[in-house]
């Protein structure tokens, strides 16, 4: 099983600022990786797909990047309503989920 | 517009069963690929089971032997049975859409199972 772990685990800022999230593969999953958010009480939402493609609807501002094992999701200028947990997927070797990330307001 | 709503989740004890199920709509669930993520309370995100387009079927081995996942195309929703349901099967389970079999494009808003005496 490929495990996704995810850095840090909880991310304090403020709005405005840039958001740095990481999600490591404990093998390469080329770039079969994908970034939710999930805010409290509702489903994940897809941000990102194979690594850096934005789904439909999801604004500039979130942007995805790396391959093999290294990832990395940025939100160049936190609005409020990005406060929220982000997961990393892989579907490399089925479906995994990193342990999440809590972006708090600061 | 996609949409998917999970019904049948609920109280049940240790060893019971239970049925869970999706109804679809916006598109067709036999042009997608079908998935059970579930979410124990407070915790991440946990892949249980996934339906291809052509007919193949997975399961995580957290539920191999114990669900099953079925899909009905003339009602275009999509089934879990959960037998011999333990306490670590608590969770919120959401149907997920997938328009190739890597991601889940949409979610539905859950449904909660509680495994309790």
């Known amino acids: 099983e490929i495990v996704l772990t995810q850095s840090p685990a909880t991310l304090s800022l403020s709005p405005g600022e840039r958001a740095t999230l990481s999600c490591r593969a404990s093998q390469s999953v080329s770039s079969y990786l994908a970034w939710y958010q999930q805010k409290p009480g509702q489903a994940p939402r897809l941000l990102i797909s194979d690594a850096s493609n934005r789904a439909t609807g999801i604004p500039a501002r979130f942007s995805g990047s790396g391959s093999g094992t290294d990832f990395t999701l940025t939100i160049s200028s936190l609005e409020p309503e990005d406060f929220a947990v982000y997961y990393c997927?892989?579907?490399?070797?089925?479906?995994?989920f990193g342990q999440g990330t809590k972006l708090d307001i600061k | 517009e996609v949409q998917l709503v999970e019904t049948g989740g609920g109280l049940i004890q240790p060893g019971g069963s239970l049925r869970l199920s999706c109804a679809a709509s916006?598109?067709?669930?036999?042009?997608?690929?079908m998935s059970w993520v579930r979410q124990a309370p407070g915790k991440g995100l946990e892949w249980v089971s996934v339906?291809?387009?052509?007919?193949?079927?997975y399961y995580a081995d957290s539920v191999k032997g114990r669900f099953t996942i079925s899909r009905d195309n003339s009602k275009n929703t999509l089934h879990l049975q959960m037998d011999s349901l333990r306490a670590e099967d608590t969770a919120v389970y959401y149907c997920?859409?997938?328009?190739?079999?890597?991601?889940?494009?949409?979610w539905g808003q859950g449904t909660l199972v509680t495994v309790s005496s």
């Open positions: 916006g598109f067709t669930v036999s042009s997608s690929y």
């Open positions: 997920a859409r997938g328009v190739t079999r890597y991601y889940f494009d949409n």
């Open positions: 339906f291809y387009i052509g007919g193949s079927i």
């Open positions: 997927q892989q579907r490399g070797n089925w479906y995994t």
